[in-house]
C-alpha cells in the first residue's frame, strides 16, 4: 500500500533540492522554484525554513586591520565610510534564521521572480553569496535598538561568539557585535522588529544545543590557544582537548602540509575567525571568499565545508539524527547495506585510514546511515569514494567531550554533508537511475558546444563521446580524477558555490587541453591525455617561462584561473536553464531503457505474452500507479490548502508544490519497485477489460443521496474528494471476483502488486491456450481454503463471476466458427451450443448443483445470511443484465446516439433517467416465458435445499464446464480474451464493447423506432428485484427472467435486422460477423426456452450463413478472429464428445 | 607492445571490447591482469567507466583491444548503451561462488544481443576459480563432476569449495547463446589471456575493417605520436590555450 505521507515526503525532496530540475510539465511557471526554495538555497538553510520577513539594511561592522585592507572590493563601495565595514543589503528573517546578504534578492510573495533570482555573486543563489552572515536566531545574544541619527533604526547585535569558551573558562564569550541599520518606513522596521522579538524568543531554548554543537568546532580550539602559538595546536596540552579533525589527524592528511603552506593558512584563518566570529556566528567579509579559493587549511576543512555547505545548519537542527538512525535500524538488512559492504574495502584503500577498522567502520556507518535515511538513493557506487574523501577532515571527534553522546555520533559531520550533497547539490545524482548524472552530462556537452565549438565539431566529427570521459569526473567529484590534493581544493569552492563549480572545472580542463584534444580521434586517446594532464597537475604551467613568478604558477592554479575567470560567466542559471531543457529527453531515454530492461528481465513467465503485450502491460501499469499517486498527491494538496488557507504556507503550496508535483511519478526518476494497491488494481483493469469498469459510475457528490437501488457496484467506491479519484479514465467496477484476481496474483501476500505480480497473473490467464488449467484456475480462484471443494457459496459466486464477466457481452472469440455452426447446426444432440450464455450459467448452477457432492451437515449455520447476501447479490446481476440491453440500444451512433442510455457508458454523466426507468419492476415483453422459467426454477431449486449443504470438487466443475459449450468455449478463450493488451484497441479508446459492433450495425438500420422501443424494453427489464425471502430461488428467477429479457430483445430487434439484410442481400463477405450476430443472437436467446426455440433457431442459421450480406465492411481482424474461433470450436467441440462418451 | 617491433610489419586494428557483469566480479581485476599482469585485492569501484588499452599478437596480425571497463552497480546499468556503443566485443563477467551474478550476466548477454552491434562477439566468464575447492580445479572434468551436488547447497560450507555456479550450467547456457565460455581467476591469471585470445580470434576479419577500422593503421600511428608529444609536455606547441 502506498504510504501517502512518505509519498508527499518523497515529493518534496525530490522538487525542493532541484532547484533546476524543475517537472517535466510544459507549462513554464511550474518550472519556477519556490520563492521559499531559492531563499533556502540561497542561504543553505534547512527544509524547514520559510522567509518571512525581509528589509533593506546597511550592516556596520568594527574595523579590524585584516579585513580594512581588502583591496578591490567590488561588492562594497561603500565600505569604509565612517568607521569599520559597511554593506548594504537586504536582511531576512525565517522562522529560527537571521540572515544577512548584499545580494538584493528579494523573497517577498509580492517580489518578482527576476528580483528573487537573478543573483550575482559567485554562487548565484545556489550558496550563501556575497557578504554578509546566516545566524541562528539561538546563536544572538543580545538585540538593542540604538539612538541614532541618521537612520530610524539601527539595532546592536550581540552574538554569543565564543560560547564554548565561556563555559570552560569562566570569562564572559567575547562576543562580537555588529550593527545593523534598517532602511524602511517606521511600520516596516517594527513589524521586523516584532518578527525578531518572536523569533529570539523561541531561539532562547536552543542555545545549549548550539553549545554543544559548537564545543566540537575546530575553530574554537583554535581560537582558545594562545594567540601566538603558531604550531596550530599539536604542543596543546590545554584546558581543552584538540577535536578530531577528521581522519587526517591520525593518518595524516593527504599531501605535503608545508608544501600546501598549511601553517599559514592556519594562521590566516585564525585571524579571520577572531575578527569575524567562528562556526555559527561567521560572518562573511570578501576575505572569507578568497581564502576559500586558495585552499582550507587540514584542520579547519571539515568545519568550514560543513558552514558553507548548510549541513552545519541541518546537524543544529537535528542533532541526534546520525545516532538514532543507526540504532532504530541497527542490526537490519538492506540491498543497499549489502552493497555498502562490497565496497567498504575499496574505497581509496590506498589511504591508511581505510586500510584501519577505525576509518571502515566510520566509512560503514556514515552510509549505512545514510542509505536508511533516504531509501529511494540507497547506496550508488561512488559516495563511498565521497564520503571517504570527506572523512579524512570531517570531524569525528574520537575523544568525546559531551558525556551524552555516543560514540556513534562521532561521523555525523560526514552523514549530514553527505545529505546536503546528494539531497541538494547533487540532485539525482546517485539516485537508482542517476538521472541527475545522465543530465548534468547533457549539460555539460551543451555548454561544451556553446564555449568550444570546434573542439565540440570535432568530437562530433570522431564520434568521441564526450560523457565517457567526464561522467566520472562529476559522480565522484573529481575526487578520483585528480590527485587528492587538488580534488579537495575543488571540494572547498564547490561547498561554497555550489554545483556550477563542477561545470567550471570541466570546461577548464577541456579549454586547457584543447590543443591536444583536437588530435585526438577516438574516446581512448581523449581519455589518456587527459589522465596525463591529471597526473601533471603539480607541475608548473609555464615551465619555460623566463618570469620566475609565473614558472611558480601550477597547472593546477592556471585551472582555477581558467575555471572562475574564464567560465565565469556559467552561473547556477545558466546551468537551471539548460538542465530544464534537456530534461525530458534524458528521462525518456532512461526509462525507455528501464523499460527495456524490465521487460526483458521479467522471468519466464513473461515468455508466455508477447512483447508487445509486455510493452503494453509495463506502459499501462506504471501509467496507473503513478497516475494514482498524482492524483493522490494533488488531493493531498487541496486538503492541506483547505486546513491551513490564507496563511503564508499556502502560497508556498501555490506557488511551489502545486506546480512541482507534476515531477512525481516517471519512472526515469527513479522508484524502483512500484506497487499497487487493490485500487489500483481495478483502475487498471477498468483500462484492460471491458467488464472491470464499473455500470454505476458513482455521482458527483451535489446530486448524491439514495439514488438508485441500482448502486450495488457504485456503492461500493467510496465518497470521494470533489476531484474523482479516477481521473479522466473510466470507473472501474469493484467486484467480488477482482477481489479474489488481485489476491491471487499478490503472490507475496503484501496487499500490493508489482509488475511482475501483474506479468506473472496475466501469463496464468492470457498465456495459456489449455482449457483444463484454465478452468482450474478459476476453481482455485474460489476455494478459498484450498481444500478442493466450492461450496454452496462458491457457486452461485463462481455464477455471478461468470455474469459479471460476461455482462458487456464476450470477447469475440466465444462464438463458434461458421464452419463448426455448419457442421452441428443439424446434430440434435449439440442443441446446447444454441444456449445463450447467460442461461449456459443458470443451467451451470442448475448442475452444479445437481453434481454436487453432499456435504457434512456440520456448517449450516449461515446460510439464511447467506441467503439475503445473494439476494443482494442477485439484484446487482440484474442491473448488470439491464447494461447489457443498454448497450445494445445505445451502440448505434446514428439518430439514438442521444439516448440518455448512452451517457451511460461513453461519458461519465449520472443516468438518472435511465435508472429510473430501469428500476419499477414493470412486465417484460417476455410474459409468455414467465411461467417456463418458473417452472424450470422450481426445478432447480430442488437442488437448493439450504439444508443439505454440499460443494463441488474440481473434477466435478469441469464436468459441467464442459458440458456446456457455451462455457466451454469462455474458458477456451473469452475469459482471456476479456483482457485486451496490445494488439487490441482499449475499451477506452472505442466503444466500450466492440464485439456488440454487430449490432450496432445492425441497429443501424433499424435506426430511431427501434431505440424508442428498446427505452420501453429497458424500461420494463428491471424485474430483478426479488423480495429477500425467496432466497435462492429468486436468484436464478433473476437469472433465467434476464436471459428471456434479453433474448426477446435481440430477437427483435435481429428480425429487423434480418428482414433488413435480406432486402440488401449481399452475399459472401464478412461471415464471421454474421457468424457473431448468429451468436449473439442464439446466445441471448431466452434461457429455459431454449428447446422451444431450437427449431426456429436452426432454421434461422441455415438459411442465413452463407448468404449474409457484410455490414461491417468487413474489419481487419475479422479473418484472425475466425481463426482462432475455428480451432476453439472444434476443440471444444471434441471435447464435449469426449465427455460424453 | 611487447614486439611491436618494425620488423615485423603486421597488420594491426584496435578492437573495442567492453566488460559488463554485477558489482564485485572482478572486471577490473580481469582487466588489470590482461593489462598490467597484476592483481589488487580491494580494489577501488570503477565509477562510470575505465579504459585501457592492451595488444594481442596473433599469428597473422595484432589486435589492439580498447577495453572499456563498465561499472557494475545495477543503477549504472542506464550508462551502459553509452560503453557498448560501436563495441565489437563484450566480456561478460560472472562470480562462480554467486549463483545470481550469472542471472545478472544472461540479463547482460540479452540486453547485448538485442542492442549492441550486430556481430559482436561476446565471451561469457566465470571468474573467481581461485576460490573453487583445488580438488575441483584440476581439470575442466572434475569441475563439471563435483558440483553436481549443485550450486545452492548451503550446508556443503565445510570444504573451502566456494563454487556456486556449476560449470556445466554456464556452459551449457553459453552453448546455447553461442558464446566463448571460460572460466578465470584473476588472482592467479589463469585463463585471462586465454580469453582475450580467444575474443581477438573470433573477431571476424571484416569486422576490422569495419567503421572503426577504417585507416585504424594509419590512426594508430597517429595516436602513438600525439602519445609522444605528451610525455614531451606541452611545449611544442603550446598557443596559450585557444582550441576553439
Known amino acids: ?1141 | 607492445m611487447a614486439d611491436s617491433g618494425a620488423s615485423q610489419p603486421k597488420p594491426s586494428s584496435s578492437v573495442k571490447l567492453v566488460l559488463l557483469g554485477e558489482a564485485a566480479v572482478g572486471k577490473s581485476s580481469l582487466v588489470m591482469r590482461f593489462v598490467n599482469n597484476d592483481f589488487q585485492e580491494n580494489k577501488e569501484p570503477t565509477i562510470g567507466a575505465a579504459f585501457l588499452t592492451q595488444k594481442c599478437n596473433l599469428p597473422t596480425r595484432t589486435i589492439k583491444f580498447e577495453i572499456w571497463d563498465t561499472a557494475g552497480q545495477e543503477r549504472f546499468a542506464s550508462l551502459a548503451p553509452m560503453y557498448y556503443r560501436n563495441a565489437q566485443a563484450a566480456l561478460v563477467v560472472y562470480d562462480i561462488t554467486k549463483p545470481s551474478s550469472l542471472t545478472k550476466a544472461q540479463h547482460w548477454v540479452a540486453e547485448l544481443q538485442r542492442q549492441a552491434s550486430p556481430g559482436i562477439v561476446i565471451a561469457l566468464v566465470g571468474n573467481k576459480y581461485d576460490l573453487a575447492s583445488p580438488s575441483g580445479g584440476d581439470n575442466a572434468e572434475d569441475a563439471d563432476a563435483a558440483p553436481a551436488a549443485e550450486g545452492e547447497n548451503p550446508e556443503e560450507e565445510d570444504s573451502a569449495d566456494a563454487r556456486r555456479v556449476p560449470t556445466k550450467t554456464a556452459k551449457a547456457y553459453a552453448d546455447e547463446e553461442s558464446l566463448l565460455f571460460f572460466e578465470t581467476s584473476a588472482k592467479t591469471g589463469m585463463n585471462v589471456a586465454e580469453v582475450f585470445t580467444a575474443i581477438a580470434n573470433a573477431i571476424p576479419e571484416t569486422s576490422l575493417k569495419g567503421p572503426r577500422g577504417v585507416g585504424g593503421q594509419t590512426n594508430l600511428n597517429r595516436q602513438e605520436d600525439a602519445r609522444v608529444n605528451l610525455t614531451g609536455g606541452r611545449a611544442e606547441g603550446p598557443k596559450e590555450g585557444c582550441a576553439c
Open chain 1, 1 to 1141: 500500500m502506498f504510504n501517502l505521507t512518505n509519498l508527499v515526503q518523497k515529493a518534496q525532496q525530490l522538487i525542493e533540492p532541484t532547484l533546476s530540475i524543475a517537472g517535466p510539465t510544459s507549462s513554464e511557471r511550474d518550472r519556477r522554484p519556490s520563492k521559499a526554495t531559492l531563499f533556502r538555497h540561497q542561504f543553505r538553510l534547512p527544509e524547514s525554513q520559510s522567509p518571512l520577513q525581509e528589509i533593506t539594511a546597511e550592516l556596520t561592522l568594527s574595523p579590524h586591520h585584516t579585513t580594512r585592507g581588502t583591496p578591490g572590493d567590488v561588492t562594497s563601495p561603500e565600505k569604509e565610510r565612517g568607521q569599520g565595514n559597511h554593506y548594504v543589503g537586504k536582511l531576512h528573517l525565517s522562522e529560527q534564521y537571521l540572515c544577512f546578504s548584499t545580494q538584493g534578492s528579494s523573497f517577498l510573495n509580492s517580489a518578482s521572480l527576476s528580483s528573487s533570482s537573478s543573483f550575482t555573486g559567485q554562487t548565484h543563489g545556489a550558496g550563501p553569496a556575497g557578504n554578509g552572515f546566516t545566524l541562528p536566531l539561538c546563536a544572538i545574544r543580545r538585540v538593542e535598538r540604538l539612538h541614532s541619527q541618521s537612520y530610524m533604526f539601527a539595532l546592536a547585535i550581540t552574538t554569543w561568539n565564543g560560547l564554548a569558551d565561556s563555559k570552560s573558562k569562566n570569562a564572559v564569550p567575547s562576543g562580537q557585535k555588529l550593527t545593523v541599520q534598517l532602511a524602511g518606513s517606521r511600520i516596516q522596521c517594527e513589524r521586523f522588529c516584532d518578527g525578531l522579538k518572536k523569533g529570539l524568543r523561541e531561539g532562547v531554548r536552543e542555545v545549549e544545543n548550539l553549545r554543544a554543537v559548537v564545543m566540537q568546532c575546530y575553530s574554537e580550539y583554535l581560537l582558545s590557544e594562545d594567540g601566538d602559538d603558531k604550531s596550530h595546536g599539536d604542543g596543546g596540552k590545554k584546558t581543552r582537548e584538540h577535536p578530531d579533525t577528521g581522519l587526517g589527524m591520525v593518518f595524516k592528511y593527504p599531501g605535503n602540509a608545508r608544501k600546501l603552506r598549511d601553517a599559514t593558512k592556519i594562521r590566516l584563518w585564525r585571524e579571520y575567525l577572531r575578527e569575524n566570529g567562528r562556526s555559527a556566528t561567521l560572518i562573511r567579509q570578501p576575505t572569507f571568499h578568497k581564502l576559500i579559493r586558495v585552499g582550507l587549511p587540514n584542520r579547519l576543512r571539515g568545519e568550514i565545508w560543513e558552514l558553507t555547505s548548510g549541513a552545519f545548519f541541518l546537524r543544529l537542527q537535528n542533532p541526534k539524527l546520525y545516532t538514532e538512525t543507526l540504532a532504530k535500524y541497527s542490526g537490519r538488512e538492506s540491498l543497499a547495506i549489502d552493497e555498502i559492504e562490497k565496497d567498504l574495502n575499496r574505497s581509496l584503500p590506498e589511504y591508511p585510514g581505510f586500510q584501519s577498522e577505525e576509518g571502515i567502520g566510520r566509512l560503514r556507518r556514515v552510509l549505512t546511515a545514510y542509505s536508511w535515511t533516504n531509501a529511494d538513493v540507497g547506496y550508488c557506487q561512488a559516495m563511498n569514494i565521497v564520503v571517504a574523501a570527506l572523512l579524512m577532515y570531517v570531524r569525528p571527534w574520537l575523544t568525546l567531550i559531551l558525556s551524552n553522546t555516543s560514540r556513534y555520533q562521532s561521523e555525523t559531520q560526514a552523514f549530514f554533508l553527505l545529505s546536503i550533497l546528494c539531497d541538494r547539490l547533487l540532485p539525482g545524482y546517485y539516485s537508482t537511475t542517476m538521472y541527475g548524472t545522465l543530465l548534468d552530462q547533457r549539460v555539460f556537452e551543451s555548454l561544451v558546444e556553446k564555449t568550444m565549438p570546434i573542439l565540440w565539431d570535432h568530437l562530433v566529427k570522431y564520434d568521441v563521446q564526450l560523457s565517457v570521459v567526464s561522467l566520472p569526473w562529476f559522480l565522484s567529484l573529481y575526487i578520483n580524477s585528480m590527485p587528492l590534493i587538488f580534488a579537495f581544493r575543488v571540494l572547498d569552492v564547490f561547498f561554497l558555490e555550489g554545483p556550477k563549480v563542477l561545470f567550471q572545472i570541466g570546461l577548464a580542463i577541456l579549454r586547457i587541453n584543447g590543443e591536444e584534444l583536437l588530435d585526438a580521434t577516438d574516446d581512448g586517446t581523449f581519455i589518456s591525455v587527459l589522465k596525463s594532464y591529471f597526473a601533471r597537475l603539480d607541475e608548473s604551467a609555464h615551465p619555460k617561462s623566463e618570469n620566475p613568478k609565473l614558472r611558480a604558477v601550477t597547472r593546477f592554479q592556471e585551472l582555477m584561473v581558467v575555471a572562475f575567470k574564464e567560465f565565469a560567466g556559467i552561473t547556477q542559471n545558466t546551468i537551471s536553464e539548460q538542465r530544464a531543457k534537456h530534461k525530458d529527453l534524458v528521462l525518456a531515454n532512461i526509462e525507455s531503457f528501464a523499460k527495456r530492461t524490465s521487460i526483458r528481465n521479467l522471468g519466464p513467465e513473461s515468455k508466455r505474452l508477447s512483447v508487445n503485450d509486455l510493452s503494453f502491460l509495463y506502459d499501462r501499469f506504471f501509467a496507473t500507479v503513478y497516475a494514482r499517486e498524482q492524483r493522490a498527491l494533488i488531493m493531498q494538496q487541496e486538503a492541506d490548502r483547505k486546513a491551513k488557507a490564507g496563511k503564508a504556507k499556502a502560497t508556498e503550496i501555490v506557488t511551489g508544490f502545486a506546480g512541482s508535483s507534476v515531477e512525481q511519478g516517471r519512472v526515469g526518476l527513479g522508484p524502483s519497485d512500484t506497487q499497487m494497491d487493490y485500487d489500483g488494481f481495478r483502475e487498471f483493469l477498468a483500462g484492460i477489460a471491458k467488464w472491470a469498469v464499473t455500470d454505476s459510475p458513482s455521482p458527483p457528490p451535489e446530486s448524491n443521496g439514495t439514488q438508485s437501488p441500482h448502486s450495488y457496484f457504485g456503492g461500493s467506491t467510496r465518497t470521494r474528494p470533489p476531484m474523482s479519484q479516477w481521473g479522466s479514465g473510466p470507473e472501474p467496477a469493484d467486484h467480488d471476483f477482482m477481489k479474489r484476481l488481485f489476491r491471487r496474483w499478490d503472490t507475496d501476500m503484501t496487499d500490493a502488486l508489482t509488475l511482475q505480480n501483474v506479468v506473472t497473473g496475466f501469463a496464468q490467464v492470457k498465456g495459456t491456450k489449455d482449457i483444463m488449467s484454465n478452468i482450474s484456475y478459476f476453481f482455485e480462484l474460489y476455494d478459498d481454503d484450498g481444500d478442493g471443494r466450492v461450496d454452496r457459496e462458491g457457486i452461485l459466486r463462481i455464477s455471478e463471476a461468470l455474469l459479471f464477466l460476461s455482462r458487456r457481452g464476450l470477447g469475440d472469440t466465444a462464438s463458434p466458427s461458421p464452419s463448426l455452426t455448419d457442421l452441428h447446426a443439424g446434430s440434435p444432440e449439440r442443441g446446447n451450443r444454441d444456449e445463450q450464455f447467460l442461461s449456459s450459467v443458470s443451467a451451470f448452477i442448475r448442475r452444479c448443483f445437481e453434481y454436487a457432492d453432499p456435504d457434512h451437515p456440520s456448517n449450516q449455520g449461515n446460510r439464511d445470511v447467506d441467503e439475503v447476501k445473494d439476494d443482494l447479490d442477485n439484484f446487482a446481476i440484474g442491473a448488470d443484465d439491464e447494461d447489457d440491453l443498454i448497450d445494445f440500444g445505445s451502440e448505434p451512433n446514428t439518430p439514438v446516439a442521444n439516448s440518455p442510455s448512452q451517457s451511460k457508458h461513453h461519458t461519465k454523466t449520472p443516468l438518472s433517467p435511465v435508472t429510473s426507468t430501469t428500476n419499477p419492476l414493470t412486465p417484460t415483453q417476455s410474459n409468455s416465458s414467465d411461467k417456463d422459467r418458473h417452472l424450470k426454477a422450481k426445478e432447480a431449486n430442488l437442488a437448493l435445499d439450504p439444508n443439505k449443504p454440499l460443494h463441488i470438487t474440481l473434477p466435478t466443475f469441469r464436468m459441467v464446464i464442459l458440458a456446456d459449450e457455451i462455457l466451454e468455449q469462455f474458458f477456451e478463450i473469452g475469459f482471456s480474451a476479456s483482457f485486451k493488451l496490445a494488439d487490441a484497441p482499449l475499451p477506452s479508446s472505442a466503444s466500450s464493447s466492440s464485439n456488440l459492433t454487430t449490432f450496432s450495425n445492425a441497429g443501424k438500420q433499424v435506426a430511431a423506432n427501434a431505440a424508442v422501443g428498446m427505452a420501453g424494453v429497458v424500461g420494463g427489464a428491471g424485474a430483478g428485484v426479488v423480495p429477500p425471502g425467496k432466497g435462492l430461488r429468486g436468484m436464478l428467477d433473476n437469472i433465467v427472467s434476464d436471459g428471456m429479457r434479453v433474448a426477446a430483445e435481440v430477437r427483435r430487434r435481429m428480425d429487423e435486422a434480418q428482414k433488413e439484410m435480406d432486402r440488401e442481400a449481399k452475399s459472401g463477405q464478412g461471415r464471421e460477423r454474421d457468424e457473431d450476430d448468429e451468436e449473439e443472437e442464439r446466445g441471448e436467446v431466452g434461457a429455459k426456452d431454449a428447446d422451444l426455440l431450437e427449431g426456429a433457431e436452426t432454421a434461422d442459421v441455415d438459411t442465413r450463413s452463407g448468404s449474409t450480406p457484410d455490414l461491417l465492411g468487413a474489419p481487419q481482424e475479422g479473418t484472425e478472429v475466425k481463426t482462432t474461433r475455428n480451432r476453439s470450436a472444434s476443440d471444444a467441440s471434441r471435447r464435449v464428445l469426449e465427455f460424453e462418451r
